[in-house]
């Protein structure tokens, strides 16, 4: 299945932060989600054979890499308060295709 | 732009007493709608795929329904262990590949 790490983070605010994510056997899509307490998930950026394949309302401080074996990192500078969340990574046989989400990273910037 | 509203919030049923989830959609043609469980602190668990209105998926004591405008989650004689929110989500071939989500229902369901 899909592998996350860190599970939890805390930082600083203006800080910068790094996020893993590992895909499914087989899967070359991988998608980025944010989840506030209490919300559903909201599209941060997806990448496709290493290319960003779109992306959601969320400024340039939040950018992303796909690896030659299709993990991922998301990366998050100038930590803000708000940036406090639940990260997801999911990852997919095709950009269109069905989703499979890791366990997520849980964030806290203090 | 897509948007998906979830409805109840909060739900809670009795062990054995069935009820239904919804799901309302706006979006510029629709590829797919997708039901997914999570629990706390985890990430979001996927249940069913549904493309087009008048698909039924079912899966133990869980059936997703499509129509055209919204699509419905039964859950038929819960138990305790169903306890979850429930997240909808639909992806238009206008929006790319992302999952637009409702804010999930919070069902619980006591013995």
């Known amino acids: 299945g899909v592998t996350q790490s860190p599970t939890h983070l805390i930082k600083t605010r203006g800080q910068q932060v790094t996020l893993r994510c590992s895909s499914q056997?087989?899967?070359?899509?991988v998608s980025w989600y944010q989840q506030a307490l209490g919300q559903g998930p909201q599209f941060i950026f997806q990448y496709y054979r290493k290319e960003e394949n779109g992306r959601g309302n969320f400024p340039p401080r939040f950018s992303g890499l796909q690896f030659p074996n299709d993990s991922s990192e998301l990366n998050v500078n100038a930590l803000e308060l708000d940036d406090s969340a639940l990260y997801l990574c999911a990852s997919s046989l095709l950009p269109s295709e069905t989703q499979y989400f890791g366990p997520g990273t849980r964030l806290l910037v203090l | 732009e897509d948007q998906v509203t979830q409805s109840p919030e909060a739900l809670r049923l009795q062990e054995g007493e069935s009820s239904s989830l919804n799901c309302s959609y706006t979006?510029?043609?629709?590829?797919?709608l997708f039901w997914y469980r999570q629990d706390p602190g985890k990430g979001p668990e996927f249940l069913f795929t549904l493309y087009s209105a008048g698909e039924e998926k079912e899966k133990e004591r869980l059936k997703a329904t499509l129509t055209k405008k919204e699509s419905f989650l039964h859950i038929t004689a819960p138990k305790p262990e169903d306890s979850a929110t429930y997240l909808c989500?639909?992806?238009?071939?206008?929006?790319?590949?992302?999952?637009?989500f409702g804010e999930g229902t919070q069902l619980t369901v006591n013995p």
């Open positions: 989500a639909v992806q238009g071939f206008t929006s790319g590949s992302r999952l637009t």
């Open positions: 979006v510029s043609g629709l590829r797919g």
């Open positions: 056997s087989g899967h070359n899509t």
